[in-house]
T-cell receptor, first 116, second 116 residues
Framework: ETGVTQTPRHLVMGMTNKKSLKCEQH?????MYWYKQSAKKPLELMFV???????ENNSVPSRFSPECPNSSHLFLHLHTLQPEDSALYLC???????????????FGAGSRLTVL | AQKITQTQPGMFVQEKEAVTLDCTYD???????LFWYKQPSSGEMIFLIY??????QNATEGRYSLNFQKARKSANLVISASQLGDSAMYFC?????????????FGTGTRLTIIP
C-alpha cells in the first residue's frame, strides 16, 4: 500500500454507462491529482486540486468530471466515454519533501479502465 | 516539442550490473527540478530521486544516483548493483514553475528488465 488507495482497480464500461473512480489518501497531503496513462504515451495531467479547490483542468473533455469533497478524497465521474478513453487512471497526492524542498507525488496503483 | 526525452524504450541488464537510464530535457526556466519514478507491474508510480536545477552535487539515494549534466540538459538515472526487483518501467519527469503553478511533465518511460 502506497498510502493512496484507488478503487476500483479494474473497470469495464459501455459508452452509455455512468461510473466513478475513487481515490483516497490519509497522508495529510493537501493537493490531489488525476493523471491518464495510455500505452506508449507520457502521463497526461488531467486535474489538480489544492485544498479541495480545482487549480488545474488540462483541457479535459467534459465527459470526465472530477469531484473533491475534502482533502482526503477525490473522485472522477465518467459518462458517455469513448473507446479511446481506455487507459490507466492514476491518482496522486503531494507533499513537500523536507530534505530537498521538492513537491513529491505519491501515486495510487491506478484504475484500469476499458471502454467498450 | 517534447520536454522530456527518454530514448531507450527497453533495456535488458544482467543482475548485479550497473545500469544507466537516459533522460534529456528541454526548458528555458532557470529554476526547475528533475524526478525519477519507478512503475512496477502492479501499477503504482514510486518516487526514487530528485535533483534541483541549482543543486551542485548529483543526488544520491541508496543504489540510485542521478547524473546531472546541466549544460547538456541531461539527467540520467544510474542504478548500481541491479536486482531482479528493479525490473519495471522508469519515468523521468521535470517540474517547471509556471506562474507559481507547478507542473510535472513526464517522459514516455524505459522498460528495464533485469536478467538473472
Amino acid at each position: 500500500e502506497t498510502g493512496v488507495t484507488q478503487t476500483p482497480r479494474h473497470l469495464v464500461m459501455g459508452m452509455t454507462n455512468k461510473k466513478s473512480l475513487k481515490c483516497e489518501q490519509h497522508l495529510g497531503h493537501n493537493a490531489m491529482y488525476w493523471y491518464k496513462q495510455s500505452a506508449k504515451k507520457p502521463l497526461e495531467l488531467m486535474f489538480v486540486y489544492n485544498f479541495k479547490e480545482q487549480t488545474e483542468n488540462n483541457s479535459v473533455p467534459s465527459r470526465f468530471s472530477p469531484e473533491c469533497p475534502n482533502s482526503s478524497h477525490l473522485f472522477l465521474h465518467l459518462h458517455t466515454l469513448q473507446p479511446e478513453d481506455s487507459a490507466l487512471y492514476l491518482c496522486a497526492s503531494s507533499h513537500q519533501d523536507r530534505a530537498t524542498g521538492a513537491n513529491v507525488l505519491t501515486f495510487g496503483a491506478g484504475s484500469r479502465l476499458t471502454v467498450l | 516539442a517534447q520536454k522530456i526525452t527518454q530514448t531507450q524504450p527497453g533495456m535488458f541488464v544482467q543482475e548485479k550490473e550497473a545500469v544507466t537510464l537516459d533522460c534529456t530535457y528541454d526548458t528555458s526556466d532557470q529554476s526547475y527540478g528533475l524526478f525519477w519514478y519507478k512503475q512496477p507491474s502492479s501499477g503504482e508510480m514510486i518516487f526514487l530521486i530528485y535533483q534541483g536545477s541549482y543543486d551542485e552535487q548529483n543526488a544520491t539515494e541508496g543504489r540510485y544516483s542521478l547524473n546531472f549534466q546541466k549544460a547538456r540538459k541531461s539527467a540520467n538515472l544510474v542504478i548500481s548493483a541491479s536486482q531482479l526487483g528493479d525490473s519495471a518501467m522508469y519515468f523521468c519527469a521535470m517540474r517547471e514553475d509556471n506562474f507559481g503553478n507547478e507542473k510535472l511533465t513526464f517522459g514516455t518511460g524505459t522498460r528495464l528488465t533485469i536478467i538473472p
